[in-house]
């Protein structure tokens, strides 16, 4: 039983593969290198796609229940070997060792929900007669696996990610091939692992290390592949949407998540969930807080409570149980962050706590005074940064809110049901959470935005709905 990180091979069509051309996987915090993993050219690219090819067909026959049986057994490995899981992103990417460990838990969930969700794959009979002239046909549809899917993830949850294409793509009788982000294979290459234990046929999927930049437009452009599932930035998904062609699109990008607190809230609970869902996995989250628009009846008091437990987190070593933050995921990205945060201040945002950097890792940062118009209030930041605005109605809260180019989710803090529902209404998002932050997810629920946060939906038995194609049978009698 293997149960080491087979860091430096990649997973293709069923076998582990060298190459002479590897990438270097560091440790962001003191930028050690932790292993390397092989760096796939266009013609290895191609080799895997043609794997697939044959993979597809493999997976369209594979029994409903074999594909409940593999998923759970993958499932069980990840659960037996979770320590190693969790210090595998801990390692590679900006996570806490606790933060890591959730993401495991999650992951075990995702793989599970994909086995139960595989025996729900149902069509539906189809009432021809409702057409004069058609009173002597009968028929139905049924769900056919789209056939190649590709799997492009980001870095930031680089395990539970990926299980969440793996894990419907199996469900729904498809092969699939995963580029996992350069600065994160291993915990993709560990998952890859737990299929190969738990007896997936060869060619049905496989793991491909190398650059987006390099192989990345070969794996979109090909027409055998026949659904691009992407999760990542806006600007890397715009191109890939342009250059894919006829085919599916998944399309899970970012956000700068708003959350309003209004004059009614729980104070204490507001600042609880948005302290954490600004600052978990190092703001580097899609659905992390970036933008809180505060009733002005209670502005003074949320800022004073909010600054004073920002000020008692504890940010440094990942691998510490007591650490509450670790570093971004590079020294590159703290820097841009920084930059992003002094060129607000030299705008006239004023700094209520944090704003400097040492190294990889940037201090939890809270500005206010910031127009609604500058960069970092419009754009993503990927970054432990916060803005407060004062605001004196919700309408005013929705406005802004709604005024940038992203709606993934966002939360509203009150305990006016009226409020709530006018903010369930008017807000552009794909998630309200109401009395909590837009830091909230489960694996089995619709996922996914409106505008530039994306287009489609993951949660096993909506990204399954992407993955399968209906088609007709009729019987003329
Ligand atoms: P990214 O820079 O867009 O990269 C994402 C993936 O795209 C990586 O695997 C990258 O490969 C690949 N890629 C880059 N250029 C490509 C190309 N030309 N063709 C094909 N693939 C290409 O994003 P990131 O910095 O890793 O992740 C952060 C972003 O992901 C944030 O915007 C965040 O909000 C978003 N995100 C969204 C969700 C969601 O569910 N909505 C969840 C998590 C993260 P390389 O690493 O080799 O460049």
């Known amino acids: 039983m293997m149960t080491t990180t087979k860091g430096k091979k990649m997973f293709i069509g ?26 796939a050219s266009r013609d290895d690219m191609i080799a895997t796609i043609e794997l697939a090819e044959e993979g597809a067909r493999i997976a369209a026959k594979m029994p409903v229940h074999e594909r409940i049986t593999v998923l759970n057994k993958a499932a069980d490995y990840v659960e037996k070997y979770d320590e190693l899981y969790a210090s595998t992103i801990a390692s590679e990417g900006s996570k806490t060792i606790t933060e890591a460990r959730g993401e495991v838990t999650r992951c075990i969930e995702t793989l599970r929900l994909s086995a139960e969700e595989a025996r729900r794959i149902n069509g539906e009979t189809i009432s021809f007669d409702q057409m004069p002239g058609s009173e002597n046909r009968i028929g139905y549809f049924y769900q056919f696996p789209i056939g190649i899917v590709a799997a492009i993830t980001p870095f930031n949850d680089p395990l539970n990610l990926v299980a969440h294409k793996i894990g419907p793509a199996i469900a729904s009788g498809n092969a699939i091939i ?6 994160t294979p291993l915990s993709a290459l560990l998952l890859a692992e737990a299929f190969d234990y738990a007896g997936l046929p060869k060619k049905v999927l496989s793991v491909i290390t190398g650059s987006g930049d390099e192989i990345g437009d070969t794996l979109v452009t090909h027409p055998s592949v026949r659904m691009v599932s992407f999760t990542g930035g806006l600007e890397t998904g715009e191109a890939i949407a342009k250059k894919a062609g006829l085919k599916k699109i998944s399309m899970e990008l970012g956000s700068n998540s708003p959350v309003i607190v209004l004059q009614d809230a729980d104070i204490y609970d507001a600042v609880q969930s948005t302290v954490s869902g600004a600052f978990g996995a190092v703001g580097q989250n ?15 008091v949320f800022t004073t409570q909010f600054i004073q437990k920002t000020n008692r987190y504890k940010v440094g ?5 007591q650490t509450d933050m670790g570093p971004l995921i590079s ?19 004023k700094v209520l706590t944090g704003g400097y950097r040492d190294g990889a890792f940037y201090a939890p940062t809270v500005l206010t005074n910031v127009s609604p118009t500058d960069k970092i209030a419009k754009e993503e930041i990927f970054g432990p940064v916060v803005i407060l605005f004062r ?9 802004q809110a709604n005024n940038v180019n992203y709606g993934l989710q966002a939360g509203i803090f ?10 369930i209404g008017k807000l552009e998002v794909g998630g309200l959470l109401i009395n909590d932050s837009s830091d909230y997810r489960i694996d089995g629920m619709p996922f996914g935005g409106v505008k530039g946060s994306g287009i489609g939906r993951e949660g096993i038995k909506f990204s399954i709905q992407e993955m399968v194609e209906p088609k007709v049978v009729q019987f003329k009698l």
């Not at 995963?178 to 600065?183: D, E, H, I, Q, Y």
């Not at 070593?317 to 149980?321: A, L, M």
């Not at 009150?414 to 903010?423: G, M, P, R």
């Open 14 to 39: 069923g076998k582990w593969i060298e190459k002479e051309r590897t990438t270097n996987v560091y440790d962001p915090q003191d930028n050690s290198i932790i292993t390397t993993v092989p760096k």
């Open 178 to 183: 995963v580029k996992p982000a350069t600065m």
């Open 286 to 300: 899609c659905l992390g807080v970036q933008r809180i628009f505060i009733h002005d009846d209670v502005y003074d």
């Open 317 to 321: 070593n990942k691998k510490d149980e």
């Open 331 to 349: 020294e590159q990205e703290a820097i841009r962050v920084e930059k992003w945060v002094d060129e607000a201040v030299q705008h006239g945002a």
């Open 391 to 399: 605001i004196n109605t919700l309408d005013e809260a929705i406005i």
């Open 414 to 423: 009150t305990n006016n049901i009226h409020q709530a529902f006018d903010a």
